[in-house]
DNA sequence: GGCAGATTGTGAAAAACTTAACGACTATCT
DNA sequence: AGATAGTCGTTAAGTTTTTCACAATCTGCC
C-alpha cells in the first residue's frame, strides 16, 4: 500500500486536497453524481487531468455515467486520512498568523493546529480561532514528541532560529510563510510560500506571458 | 525582445523574483560575487537549475568567476521591470489582507499597492501600511484605467461577485486568497492561493512521501 | 607567463507532467 | 430494442522542466 502510494506523482498530491473540498461541495448540495467535465469547470484543472489523477487509485468512477459523489467523498476522506488528525502548531500570530487561525478552524478536518506562540505578552494566554496561544519560551514542552508539523509566520529575522527550535522538538514539516529560505535537515520537508513573490510572480506574468483567447491557465 | 521573452520558460520565470531579492540581499551585505553553488544553498534551488534559468537571458557570469553581484542585480532589476511600477488593488481587509498591506509596504519595489477597500466602516478612511482603504463602492471608480492587478483577500462567499467587478473595471490579473476558484474570461490571469491546501498538502507529503536521507526537497 | 583549480553555459538525456484520442461501457430516449 | 449522447480509464504522444556531465575558459597564484 505505501509502495503504491509512492506512483502518485507530486502534482497529482497537491491537487488532492482541492479535489476533496469540491467533491464536499458537491455532496453539501446533495449532488449525487459528477462527471470530470462539470468538476473540470468548478476547479479549473483539464478533465483528463482529473481522470488521470483519480486513476493513480484505481478506478473510481464509472464509464458513461461519471463518480459518485458520495462513493467519491468516503474515498478521499479515507485517503487524506481524514480520521487521523495531524497536529499543527502555529508560531508567530500576527495578522497572518490570525488569519491562519480563524481560515484552519472552520474549514480543515485531517490537520488541527493544536497551539499557537508568540512572544507578546498580550497575545500569552488568549485564544483565537479556538488555538491557545502559548509563550514562544514553551514551545518546546509543548511541541516535543505530540506536534507533526508547523506554521511559520513570524519576522523573517526569527525564521532560522525557530526552525532550529522546532527541528529540535521534532517536528517533520514546515510551512514557511516567511520570505527567508529556511535550513534544515534532510528529512524535514519544508514548503515556502511566499507572498511577495507570488504577487511579483503574477505581474511578470502579466507583462510578458499575456493571455490570448483560448490559451490556458496555469497555476 | 517580447519574442525573446517568450522563450523564458514559465519555472524560471517564477523563480526570478527569488533569485531577485537574494541577489539584492547579498548585494546589502556587500558581497562582490556569487556562485551558481552559493546562490544554490541560499534560495535552495539545484545549481545547475540556476545556471540554466540565468542562461536564458544570455551570458551572466564568467566562467572560473561566477557572478558579479553588482551586475546581475541592475539586470534583474531591468528585467523584472523595477522602474516601471505595476498599481495594484487590494480588496478585503481582514487579518490577511492586513498582513499583505504591512508585507508590501516594506519589500516590494516594482509593485505597488495603491489601494484597499473593504465594507466595514470602522476601516475605511484609515490607512494601513501606507495604504489607504476606501469603501468598496468605490471600486469602480478608483480601478477603472489605473490599476493592473488585485489581491482577493475577501471571504469566498464574496469572491465571484467581487471578480466581477474588478474584471469589468478592467484589471488583467488577480491573485486570489480565496477558497473560492472563480471564473474569469480567458484574457484574464488568474493564481490562486489557497492556504488551507497548502496545510492540507503538506500533511499529505509527509504521510506519503517521508525524505530519506539524500533526497532532494521540490518547490 | 603558465598552471591548478574553479565555474560557467549548454548539449543531451532523463524525468515529470499534461493533453489528445479512443475503445469500452452506461444511461436514456424514442 | 436500437440508436444516441455521454463518460471513464488508459495508451500514446506531446510538452515542460530538471538534471547530468563536460568542454571552454576564466581566476588567482607562484
Redesign the interface.
Known amino acids: 500500500m ?1 509502495i503504491e ?2 506512483k ?1 506523482p ?1 502534482a497529482t ?2 491537487r ?3 479535489y ?3 467533491i464536499n461541495n458537491l455532496h453539501s448540495q446533495g449532488k449525487q453524481r459528477v462527471s470530470s467535465k462539470e468538476l473540470s469547470e ?3 484543472v483539464d478533465s483528463a487531468t482529473i481522470r488521470r489523477d483519480f486513476s493513480y487509485f484505481g478506478a473510481l468512477g464509472k464509464k458513461g455515467y461519471g463518480y459518485n459523489v458520495e462513493y467519491l467523498l468516503s474515498f478521499f476522506r479515507k485517503t ?2 481524514q480520521d487521523e488528525i ?1 497536529k ?1 502548531a502555529l508560531i508567530g500570530v ?3 498568523g ?3 487561525l ?3 478552524f472552520m ?2 478536518n ?2 488541527k493546529i493544536e497551539y499557537a506562540f508568540d512572544s507578546n505578552a498580550d497575545k500569552v494566554g488568549t485564544e483565537i480561532g479556538g488555538v491557545p496561544v502559548k509563550h514562544i519560551d514553551e514551545l518546546e514542552d509543548m511541541v516535543k514528541g505530540d506536534i ?2 508547523a ?1 511559520l509566520t513570524v519576522p523573517s529575522a526569527a525564521a532560522q532560529g525557530i526552525t532550529d527550535r522546532l527541528v529540535q522538538s521534532g517536528v ?2 514546515i ?1 514557511n510563510f516567511t ?1 527567508a ?1 529556511i535550513t534544515v535537515p ?30 490556458e ?3
Do not use: C, M, W
Open positions: 505505501d502510494q509512492h502518485i507530486q498530491a497537491k488532492l486536497p482541492l476533496y473540498r469540491f468548478a476547479v479549473k487524506l486520512d495531524t499543527v500576527g495578522n497572518l490570525t488569519a491562519f480563524h481560515y484552519n474549514k480543515n485531517n490537520t507533526t508539523a506554521i517533520s514539516g510551512l520570505p529560505r534532510e528529512h524535514i520537508r519544508v514548503h515556502h510560500i511566499d507572498l511577495s513573490i507570488e504577487l511579483q510572480a503574477l505581474v511578470y506574468f502579466l507583462k510578458h506571458y499575456p493571455l490570448e483567447a483560448g490559451e491557465q496555469e497555476e
